[in-house]
C-alpha cells in the first residue's frame, strides 16, 4: 500500500502540473479536482487521517468559494469543522500541521490576490513538513512545487506561473454588503467619478432586482461584473428622447421580473479588469448576457430591447459584438447604444 500511494502521488503531482497548462478554465479545475482526489486516496494508503479529511474538506470548501460569493461567510463558518476534525482523526498534535495550513490558505484567499500567493507560500510549506512527517515523499514533491512557485511570484512577479487570464461567471442571485463593496472597488477603477453610484445606491437597486449581477471571478476573486436592470417603459423612451446620460436610476424605475409580459432592459454596467480583459474573457460575457436574455424569454418574460451607455473602450467594444447600434452620442466618453430583442 505503501508503494501505491507513492505512485499515486506521483501521478497526482503530474496532472497537477498539466492542469496550469490547460487553456480553458474547467479543464484546469478538472484536473486539479483528479488531482485532489488521488491525494485523498493517498492519504487514505498512509493512514494519514487528519491529511485525507483535510483535503475532502478543501474540496467541498472551493466548490463553495467557486461557485458562489460568500468567501469570508463559508470561511467563517466552517472553522469548527477544523475542531471536528482535529477530534476525529485521532491523530494527536500532527493533526494540527494541515489545520493550520488549510486555515492560512482559506483566509488569504478571502484577503486579496497577493495575500493567496503569501498565504500558499507558507500553508503549502506546512504541507511539506506533513508529508516528510507521514513519509509521502510524493506528496512532498508536490507541494514544494507550489512553495517554490508562490516563492518565485513573490520575488518576482512571475505570474507565468499561474494560469490568471481564464475567468468564469456567476449568477449573483444572493450578494452580499462585502461583495458590494468589491464591485464598487471595481467601479473607482473603470468610471470616472461622474459615471459612479455609491455603495449604498447598488445596494438599493439589487435589493429591488436580486437577479441583476453577472459576477466574473478568476479562481475566488471577483475581478468584474455585469449589472442589468429591467426598466419601466416610459423611462426607455425617455433615454431616447434627452441628449444626456440617465443614470440616476430610481428604484421606482425598475421593474422585477415578476409577471409574464414585455421588458426593456438596460445593462447598466459591463467591468472587467483590464488585465483580464481579453477575447476568452469578451466571449464569456456575451454568452452570459445573452444566457440571461433566454432565461427570461423562455419564463414568458419578453425582453423588447435592450439599452446600454458605453463610457470606456472596453463596454463599447462588448456592446459592439454584441450586435448593439450606436444611436448616439451623449459627451465625447459616452455613448448610447440599443439593440432590438423582438
Same mark, same amino acid.
Given at each position: 500500500?505503501?508503494?501505491?500511494?507513492?505512485?499515486?502521488?506521483?501521478?497526482?503531482? =503530474?496532472?497537477? /502540473?498539466?492542469?496550469?497548462?490547460?487553456?480553458?478554465?474547467?479543464?484546469?479545475?478538472?484536473?486539479?479536482?483528479?488531482?485532489?482526489?488521488?491525494?485523498?486516496?493517498?492519504?487514505?494508503?498512509?493512514?494519514?487521517?487528519s491529511?485525507?479529511?483535510?483535503?475532502?474538506f478543501?474540496?467541498?470548501?472551493?466548490?463553495?468559494?467557486y461557485?458562489?460569493?460568500?468567501?469570508r461567510?463559508?470561511?467563517?463558518?466552517?472553522?469548527p469543522?477544523?475542531?471536528?476534525?482535529?477530534?476525529?482523526?485521532?491523530?494527536?498534535? !500532527?493533526?494540527?500541521?494541515?489545520?493550520?495550513a488549510? /486555515?492560512?490558505?482559506?483566509?488569504?484567499?478571502?484577503?486579496?490576490?497577493?495575500a493567496?500567493v503569501?498565504?500558499?507560500?507558507?500553508?503549502n510549506?506546512?504541507?511539506?513538513i506533513?508529508? !516528510?512527517?507521514i513519509?509521502?515523499?510524493?506528496?512532498?514533491?508536490?507541494?514544494?512545487? !507550489?512553495?517554490?512557485?508562490?516563492?518565485?511570484?513573490?520575488?518576482?512577479?512571475?505570474?507565468?506561473?499561474?494560469?490568471?487570464?481564464? =475567468?468564469?461567471?456567476?449568477?449573483?442571485?444572493?450578494?452580499?454588503?462585502?461583495?458590494?463593496?468589491?464591485?464598487?472597488?471595481?467601479?473607482?477603477?473603470?468610471?470616472?467619478?461622474?459615471?459612479?453610484?455609491?455603495?449604498?445606491?447598488?445596494?438599493e437597486?439589487?435589493?429591488?432586482?436580486?437577479?441583476?449581477?453577472?459576477?466574473?471571478?478568476?479562481?475566488?476573486?471577483?475581478?468584474?461584473?455585469?449589472n442589468?436592470?429591467?426598466?419601466?417603459?416610459?423611462?426607455?423612451?425617455?433615454?431616447?428622447?434627452?441628449?444626456?446620460?440617465?443614470?440616476d436610476?430610481?428604484t421606482?424605475?425598475?421593474?422585477?421580473?415578476?409577471?409574464?409580459g414585455?421588458?426593456?432592459?438596460?445593462?447598466?454596467?459591463?467591468?472587467?479588469?483590464?488585465e483580464?480583459?481579453?477575447?476568452?474573457?469578451?466571449?464569456k460575457?456575451?454568452k452570459e448576457?445573452?444566457?440571461?436574455?433566454?432565461?427570461?424569454?423562455?419564463k414568458?418574460?419578453?425582453?423588447?430591447?435592450?439599452?446600454?451607455?458605453?463610457?470606456?473602450?472596453?463596454?463599447?467594444?462588448?456592446?459592439?459584438?454584441?450586435?448593439?447600434?450606436?444611436?448616439?452620442?451623449?459627451?465625447?466618453?459616452?455613448?448610447?447604444?440599443?439593440?432590438?430583442?423582438?
Amino acid at each position: 500500500m505503501y508503494i501505491t500511494a507513492q505512485v499515486l502521488g506521483i501521478i497526482s503531482w =503530474v496532472i497537477f /502540473l498539466f492542469s496550469y497548462h490547460c487553456k480553458k478554465v474547467n479543464k484546469v479545475l478538472l484536473m486539479q479536482l483528479i488531482s485532489s482526489l488521488l491525494d485523498c486516496i493517498c492519504y487514505a494508503l498512509l493512514n494519514a487521517w487528519s491529511g485525507l479529511l483535510i483535503s475532502v474538506f478543501e474540496l467541498l470548501k472551493g466548490f463553495g468559494y467557486y461557485k458562489t460569493d460568500k468567501d469570508r461567510y463559508i470561511f467563517i463558518l466552517t472553522i469548527p469543522i477544523y475542531l471536528l476534525i482535529a477530534i476525529v482523526s485521532n491523530d494527536g498534535l !500532527l493533526c494540527f500541521i494541515p489545520i493550520f495550513a488549510s /486555515l492560512i490558505d482559506g483566509y488569504t484567499i478571502i484577503i486579496s490576490e497577493k495575500a493567496a500567493v503569501v498565504g500558499g507560500f507558507f500553508s503549502n510549506l506546512l504541507w511539506v513538513i506533513y508529508d !516528510l512527517v507521514i513519509l509521502d515523499y510524493a506528496g512532498v514533491l508536490s507541494d514544494l512545487t !507550489l512553495v517554490i512557485s508562490n516563492l518565485s511570484i513573490i520575488l518576482y512577479g512571475y505570474k507565468k506561473f499561474l494560469n490568471r487570464k481564464d =475567468v468564469h461567471t456567476l449568477m449573483g442571485k444572493y450578494i452580499s454588503k462585502n461583495t458590494i463593496s468589491n464591485l464598487y472597488k471595481l467601479d473607482k477603477q473603470s468610471y470616472d467619478n461622474q459615471f459612479l453610484w455609491t455603495k449604498d445606491k447598488m445596494f438599493e437597486l439589487y435589493k429591488i432586482e436580486k437577479n441583476s449581477y453577472i459576477l466574473i471571478k478568476e479562481k475566488n476573486n471577483v475581478i468584474g461584473y455585469v449589472n442589468i436592470l429591467s426598466i419601466k417603459k416610459n423611462i426607455y423612451k425617455y433615454i431616447f428622447d434627452i441628449d444626456k446620460i440617465y443614470d440616476d436610476y430610481k428604484t421606482s424605475d425598475i421593474v422585477p421580473f415578476i409577471k409574464k409580459g414585455n421588458y426593456y432592459i438596460n445593462i447598466n454596467s459591463i467591468v472587467l479588469k483590464n488585465e483580464y480583459q481579453n477575447k476568452d474573457s469578451i466571449e464569456k460575457i456575451i454568452k452570459e448576457i445573452n444566457k440571461f436574455i433566454n432565461i427570461r424569454k423562455k419564463k414568458g418574460y419578453n425582453i423588447i430591447a435592450g439599452y446600454s451607455y458605453a463610457v470606456n473602450a472596453f463596454e463599447k467594444e462588448v456592446l459592439e459584438k454584441m450586435e448593439f447600434s450606436k444611436i448616439k452620442n451623449i459627451t465625447n466618453e459616452c455613448f448610447l447604444y440599443e439593440k432590438r430583442f423582438s
